[in-house]
């Protein structure tokens, strides 16, 4: 988790800098808070704008009144905190800072290849004109960052190896970083059940649905609706950890949301054989180098078929 108050020299510099941005389709309309609508964001930008500057016209001797924050989650962390652990502490991050009565409107974005949020405020106190004092920022953001990680049980363990996990309309190597994709999510061995790895992907803008003969994954807008051709679950090497069996054979529910065919493995060995794959897809870090990626994907591939013949 990285989080950085930028040095916004106006609110109005903040403010239209994202502005443009969800103009340009590169930020969406994520959050607000303490704004005279319940939603601001239905009405037009300078109706946005008029909720910061009406407070800032009370004040005309502070200089530098904009508040501009990005909040940067991992992967790993997007996936732990979730849209509802995100937004609330977003509003914790701002009460921390000494502004959670003040309004704010927070944009995400996906303009690079991870998702980031950008809060804009006023460093003008709304009820009583002064400016907000701003001392040792740094360390309320730093001692803020160190209770996310504990309560969320963060970490800083992103792969050295940068890949591409933003998926628009436009998305160049679509297959192989879905792959890429559920390579990662199925290395993270908390996402317990279906539901949640499903939850994990609709953060990406990927959904799986059940069609009359398999499976199809859709990239979405966000809203589900889908934006690209979807791509067969069987086109793909690498699948996700829940949809993974192949066939019509009978499953049973090992309670951890796993299932195995009973006609190739018995539940106790089952368990074991999870555990293996688990720890195999973790030796698959580089995901850069297509010859290795596939290289491994074949050593996988045969350990996969020696476990079933167990």
Same mark, same amino acid.
């Given at each position: ?5 930028? =040095? ?133 953001? =730093? ?168």
């Amino acid at each position: 988790m990285v989080i950085v108050i930028h =040095q916004a020299s106006s609110t109005a510099n903040a403010f239209f800098y994202n502005e443009r941005k969800a103009k340009e389709g590169k930020a969406t309309f994520y959050h607000s808070r303490n704004t005279p609508s319940a939603n601001p964001f239905i009405y037009s930008a300078q109706h946005r704008f008029q909720i910061f500057k009406r407070i800032e016209d009370s004040n005309t001797r502070v200089k530098n009144k904009g508040l501009h924050i990005s909040f940067n989650p991992t992967t790993n962390d997007m996936i732990r905190m979730g849209e509802k652990g995100i937004r609330t502490e977003l509003d914790n991050l701002m009460k921390q800072l000494g502004y959670g009565n003040q309004p704010y409107l927070v944009y995400r974005h996906a303009d690079i290849d991870r998702v980031h949020f950008h809060i804009v405020s006023t460093r003008i106190d709304r009820q009583t004109g002064k400016k907000i004092k701003d001392n040792f920022e740094k360390e309320k953001v =730093q001692k803020f960052i160190k209770e996310l990680e504990q309560t969320y049980q963060l970490t800083n363990n992103e792969p050295k190896e940068k890949i591409n996990l933003k998926f628009t309309a436009y998305s160049k190597n679509l297959k192989q970083n879905l792959e890429n994709l559920f390579t990662e999510l199925n290395r993270m061995d908390f996402i317990t059940s279906k539901q949640m790895y499903n939850d994990a992907l609709k953060l990406f803008h990927v959904e799986i649905r059940q069609v009359q003969k398999g499976h199809l994954v859709f990239v979405t807008d966000g809203q589900g609706n889908p934006v690209r051709h979807p791509i067969k679950m069987s086109d793909f090497e690498e699948r996700p950890r829940f949809y993974q069996s192949k066939g019509k054979a009978e499953k049973i529910e090992l309670g951890n949301g796993y299932t195995t065919d009973k006609s190739v493995n018995t539940i106790k060995n089952y368990q074991e054989n999870s555990k293996r794959l688990i720890d195999l897809l973790r030796l698959i870090p580089n995901y850069s180098d297509k010859n290795s990626f596939r290289k491994k994907q074949q050593i996988l591939k045969k350990r996969r078929i020696g476990q079933r013949r167990l």
